[in-house]
Each structure stands twice: as structure tokens, then as C-alpha cells.
């Protein structure tokens, strides 16, 4: 996934959206993903076509000073963060989100625009074998 | 056994003058002050916090993040307004707005109590460098000053004086939370030594304190379920929907787009640096300087019809909103409380006295509206008065129940209050004088041991100004704490009885 700018993101088909929030100060933070509440998950997935852009809206609600803050991940390899703060001319503060679904050679173009290498949706890194603890302190001693 | 008849008594009370002279005063600072400074002041403080998170992410632009927000520049606007005209809606929204800030901050207007009373010294000096800088509290009644220790006081002066970092919000630090459970107070009697002068020597001190919060349900910060129940709420969907619709309407504005290009490319400016420098005191500076050239250009443009309405709107949806905050603040403050105090009084002419006290509060009832109030207090001289052979003084134990009990035909909620003492002298001891001065008899009256009880049931009427017509009954089995009769030998009463009827809609 890409920032296009300030809260406005482009992924590819499928990919999964993750969304980090830590409230501080009493703050409640409720999540809504094209309108529907999505409660205590904290990742959704784009479409798997292009689609019409998904849209979520970050909440929070508490006392003077509570605060959230946020992290959209995967974003140009990284987390974006974000912050709300219940200040007293901004006591229920919102922020929203728009994510855009292109195809896979869109979003390799963008990446590639801004000099980032997507991984593409769903693909696992493969990982090298975990050697058993026997073999790893044996290699540490010198395989004696 | 009884041994007096019962006390019955009509007193009437201005009570609250004090009180009503302190909400006046509230309100009145709500009203002098610059709204739109304070919006621009909160937008700063955003910023800073912005630029201060670390996790889950970094903001990457904390400055343009803030002028992206419409919703801000949308109660500068209101600010404005409230500036033009205070009692417009929009003027008394952000008074209920920021009077709800200031006790939620515990910060106090300030004090119109001037005092003529010359000060001379070193510590007087130091105290009073202390109540400019914010660390301390200053009260001052009749020839009394009384200073009390804040912990978020202390913190903002040492912030004042960079010896902590200015931009770093220690208010939801565990610490300062646990720090704000104690205060420390001191008073000085200013009649003592050098008569007419604060000079804090030792025999001006009159009395000091320390008290300790030891449950503290009253944190509005507790009470997530409420929260989550506004959110959830038909006020709140509505506030965001007009939230949304002004958000709209700005962006139809085209002055507010042209403006608003304006100072983001401004903006990007800072947050760029700030992206290469980290300085942030260099870049909050620029950022202030943009917002304070910038933000009044925005209240000069000329408002379309429909950004007047989304704005009318807006203020409508949050006043609503307003009022279901204030609503769970008012249910957070009946939490139960209980505090713990050691008070020391100094006398000129007896030993100190030590008093331990606790006191326990709480609103009873789902809703909260009864008040329930029990306190025990024991209390202690240092060492033995003349002509008494022991130290240990009374022991009280006080609890009082209030409950509103609606209104009576036209007139305003009766409260019911019945209360309760009961003391206990194990010895014949000497009582320290009320105020006492130079001119207190070296040995007061001695109070006699025994046990006292009194018992007072209270009907309170609230009638307009502040003025309050209580009608109780005493009864003790003692009159030393029995104050009615005393009352009643020194106050003469004027009765209106047509307005009197007339509170009760009786033409």
C-alpha cells in the first residue's frame, strides 16, 4: 500500500489493511469501515478487484486530553501515523481514511514513482528454515 | 437522654454569596477571554503533541496535520463569533466550552482577593515568586493567607523556567496523576508578630496541612462505559454529521480554498524543515507566527448562505453534544472519594493541635443524586494544655445525607438533609479559641468530657440570586453545637409574602 497524501492510501487487490491504536488519558476509539462498526478488529481487507474506494472513520470520545494514537500499516513499507486529541473546541475529534484499490502493476508503478518495492498481497516472505536449539548451540561451539 | 427541648428556627441564608460571587467570577473570565487566541493556543498544542508521538507511528507532517483538520478552522470561526457576540449561540457554547476546561484542569480564575497587607522578608518574597510562577496557590481571607501546593502547579513553573521540557504534556503522566493526589497547604495569620505585616516568620504560622486521596472514583477518565455510550449516542451521530456538512460546505467555499491553499503551502514549509532539523521550539514558533497571520484573513472572508447554516448547525450539534459531556463529568464528580487530611493549628496560647481526619464521599443511587457524606475526626494536643492532665482532645464522627426532593408547585427543588454528629471528650479539656489572636485568654473555658449527639433534619428552598430559605430542627443532648440559637439572637428577618406565595404559585 502507498500514501497518494494525507490520509488517502492506494493498496491492491486483497491486501490487508492493519490499523494500530493506543488511547491514553480515558479515550474510547471506535472504528468504522464504510459506515459499519468493525469493534475490536483492527485490520480489514481491500477488495479483490478494483472497487470503489473503502473509507474508514477513526472516533474517539473521552475526557479533556484523552488521546489515540494511530498507525496504518502496511504504508511505502512502514506505518503511517496519525493522532487524535479531545481538546475542548474539538471534543469528540474524528479523523477519516480513504483507501484506494488499483491493480497490481498501478501499484508497482506508484511504488516504483516513489522509489518503494511493493510486496505483493497476500505473498509470504519465505523464511530459511529455523534450525532445532541442538543444532544452534552445536554450531556455536564449533560443531564439536 | 434529651435533656433540651427541640430548636426550631427560620433562618435566612445568602449562602452563597461566595459561591455565586465565584461562578460569577468564572463566568465573567469565560466571557473576557480571547476566544480565538485560545483556539489558536489549542491548534499549537495539537501540533505539539503530533510532533511528539512516537508510537504507534510518527506523524510524519504534525504541523500540516492540524490546518488539514476543517473542524478546527470551523470553531476558530465560532471563536470569533463568540468574540463579536458573547451571547450569541455560538458565544455561549464556547464559554460552557472552556468554563468545562478549566475545572476539568482544576484552574482557578484569578484571584480578585487583594489584600493591603504589606509583606516583608525573604520567604514572603519566595511565596510570592512561588503564586506568580503557578507552583502555589494564594487565598486570602481577612488577615489569613493561606498557600497551597499544586503538583501540576509546580510542574508548569518548572516548564516556565526550562527546567523541564516545555512542550512535553505531563498531565496523563502516572506520576503527575499520583503526584495530584496530595496537597499540602500552609496558613499565616498575619495579626500575629509584626501586626499588619506578612512577614511568614515561625508565630505567623497559624496552621498546615497535608491531605491525601486515597480512592478517587471521580476521574472522568474511569468511566469508559459512559464514554462509549456517547459515542454510540443519536447527539454524537448527529454532531458528526454536522461536522461532516460543514466540512462540506467549506470545501464548496471558494475564499476559504484559496485561503486555505495558502497557508498549507505555509505550513508544508515548516514541516518540512521540522522533518530535517527535529527543532521543534524553531518550527512551533513558525508554526504560532502562521496561524496568528493566517487565521484572522479566514474570519474576514465573506460567508456564504450555506457555510453560515452548516456553521449554525454545527454550533447547534455540539451544544447538544456539550451537554451530555457535562453530564457524565457531573455523574464522575458524585464517584465515591475518600481523603485523609493532617491539619496542625497553631495557638498562640495553647499547645498545637494535631487533627487526623477522614472523610468519605459519595453520590448514592443510579443516578447519583443523593449525597452521602461521612467523616471522623480525632484530634490531639502536642502536649498536655495547663491544667489538663491529657493530650488527646475529641473524637467526632459526622455523616449527612442529602437528597433533592423535587420541586414544590412552582418553586424550585427542595433538598432534604438530615445529619448527624457524634463527639466524644474522654477528659475535661480546654477548647482553642475561634480565631484565635493576642487577645485570647491564656486559659479558655475548659469543654467537659462526655459523650454529645446531635441530630438536624433540613429542608433548603432554593429561592432566586442565590438566596436559600433553610428550615431545620436541632436536637442534641448538648448546645454546644447547636448554632441556631446563636443565629437566631443576631438576625433580624424581612419577609416578602407576596413573593413568597408567589414562589409557591400562590396568586
Redesign the interface.
Known amino acids: 500500500m502507498h500514501r497518494i497524501q494525507r490520509h488517502e492510501y492506494v493498496g491492491q487487490p486483497g491486501e490487508l489493511v492493519r490499523i494500530a491504536t493506543i488511547t491514553q488519558g480515558g479515550g474510547r476509539v471506535r472504528l468504522t469501515v464504510d459506515g459499519q462498526d468493525i469493534g475490536n478488529v483492527r485490520s480489514f481487507s481491500l477488495p479483490n478487484a478494483p472497487a470503489p474506494d473503502r473509507h474508514l472513520r477513526i472516533d474517539l470520545a473521552g475526557p479533556l486530553n484523552a488521546s489515540c494514537g494511530v498507525g496504518i500499516s502496511t504504508v511505502d513499507g512502514g506505518t503511517d501515523g496519525d493522532f487524535l486529541l479531545c481538546q475542548a473546541f474539538n471534543p469528540l475529534p474524528s479523523s477519516d481514511y480513504t483507501f484506494k484499490v488499483a491493480s497490481l502493476a498501478s501499484v508497482a508503478a506508484f511504488g516504483a514513482l516513489k522509489g518503494i518495492a511493493p510486496r505483493p498481497a497476500g505473498k509470504k516472505v519465505k523464511k530459511a528454515p529455523r534450525k532445532s536449539t541442538r543444532a544452534r548451540s552445536k554450531a556455536k561451539k564449533g560443531g564439536r | 437522654m434529651i435533656r433540651r427541648i427541640l430548636v426550631f428556627g427560620f433562618v435566612a441564608l445568602l449562602t452563597a454569596p461566595s459561591a455565586f460571587a465565584q461562578s460569577a467570577d468564572s463566568d465573567t473570565a469565560a466571557k473576557a477571554r480571547n476566544a480565538r487566541a ?2 489558536i493556543d ?1 491548534m499549537f ?2 501540533a505539539i ?2 510532533a511528539g ?1 512516537t ?7 504534525p504541523f ?2 492540524v490546518v ?2 476543517k ?2 478552522l470551523a ?1 476558530y470561526l465560532i ?1 470569533a463569533q463568540h468574540d463579536a457576540m458573547p451571547t450569541s449561540a455560538a458565544g455561549k457554547l ?1 464559554d460552557a ?2 468554563l ?2 478549566d475545572k ?2 482544576g484552574a482557578t480564575s484569578p484571584s480578585t482577593a487583594s489584600t493591603t497587607i504589606a509583606s516583608k522578608g525573604l520567604v514572603p518574597e519566595i511565596l510570592g515568586v512561588a503564586v506568580e510562577s503557578g507552583a502555589i496557590n494564594r487565598d486570602v481571607k481577612g488577615s489569613t493567607f493561606t498557600f497551597q501546593i499544586t503538583p501540576m502547579g509546580v510542574v508548569k513553573a518548572l516548564q516556565g523556567k526550562a527546567l523541564l521540557d516545555i512542550y512535553a ?1 505531563y ?2 503522566s502516572p506520576a503527575a496523576r499520583f503526584a495530584s493526589r496530595f496537597a499540602v497547604s500552609a496558613s499565616f495569620d498575619t495579626t500575629r508578630g509584626t501586626a499588619g505585616t506578612f512577614t511568614a516568620e515561625g508565630n505567623q504560622l497559624s496552621a498546615w496541612s497535608l491531605r491525601a486521596k486515597l480512592v478517587d472514583g471521580r ?6 462505559q459512559l ?2 455510550e ?3 449516542g443519536d447527539e ?1 451521530k448527529a ?2 454529521k454536522a ?1 461532516d456538512d460543514a466540512v462540506a460546505a467549506f470545501v464548496q467555499w471558494t475564499e476559504f480554498k484559496d485561503w486555505h491553499a495558502g497557508l498549507t503551502k505555509k505550513v508544508e514549509g515548516i514541516d518540512k524543515a521540522y522533518s530535517t532539523s527535529k527543532d521543534l521550539k524553531k518550527s512551533s514558533i513558525a508554526f504560532r507566527v502562521a496561524l496568528n497571520e493566517e487565521l484572522p484573513k479566514l474570519a474576514e472572508l465573506t460567508r456564504p448562505a450555506s457555510v453560515k447554516k452548516a456553521l449554525d448547525d454545527y454550533v447547534q450539534a ?1 451544544t447538544k ?2 451537554t451530555e ?1 457535562e453530564a457524565i ?1 457531573d455523574f464522575a464528580s458524585k464517584g465515591q472519594l475518600l481523603t485523609a487530611e493532617w491539619l496542625t493549628t497553631r495557638d498562640e496560647t495553647l499547645p498545637d493541635l494535631y487533627t487526623a481526619t477522614a472523610i468519605y464521599a459519595v453520590g448514592l443511587g443510579k443516578a447519583r443524586k443523593t449525597d452521602f457524606t461521612l467523616n471522623a475526626v480525632a484530634s490531639f494536643f502536642r502536649s498536655k494544655p495547663q491544667g489538663v492532665d491529657h493530650t488527646f482532645k475529641t473524637f467526632d464522627v459526622n455523616a449527612q445525607l442529602d437528597h433533592p426532593l423535587g420541586k414544590v408547585l412552582n418553586a424550585k427543588a427542595l433538598l432534604f438533609t438530615i445529619a448527624g454528629r457524634y463527639s466524644y471528650l474522654p477528659n475535661d479539656t480546654v477548647a482553642p479559641g475561634a480565631g484565635a489572636g493576642p487577645s485570647t485568654p491564656a486559659a479558655a473555658s475548659p469543654a467537659l468530657k462526655g459523650h454529645i449527639g446531635v441530630l438536624q433534619v433540613k429542608f433548603t428552598l432554593p429561592v432566586t440570586g442565590g438566596v436559600k430559605i433553610p428550615l431545620s430542627i436541632t436536637a442534641s443532648n448538648r448546645t454546644e453545637l447547636i448554632k441556631e440559637k446563636d443565629i437566631r439572637a443576631s438576625f433580624g428577618l424581612t419577609f416578602d409574602l407576596d413573593s413568597a406565595l408567589a414562589i409557591v404559585g400562590i396568586k
Do not use: C, H
Open positions: 485560545e483556539s489549542q498544542q495539537l503533541r503530533n508521538q508510537k504507534p507511528a510518527p506523524v510524519k507532517e500540516g496535520d488539514a483538520i473542524r478546527l470553531m471563536a464556547i466550552l472552556l468545562r476546561a476539568q484542569l504534556d498531565s496523563t476521574d472522568p477518565a474511569d468511566y469508559a464514554w462509549s456517547l459515542q454510540a454524537s454532531f458528526g461536522a455540539m453534544v456539550q459531556i463529568y
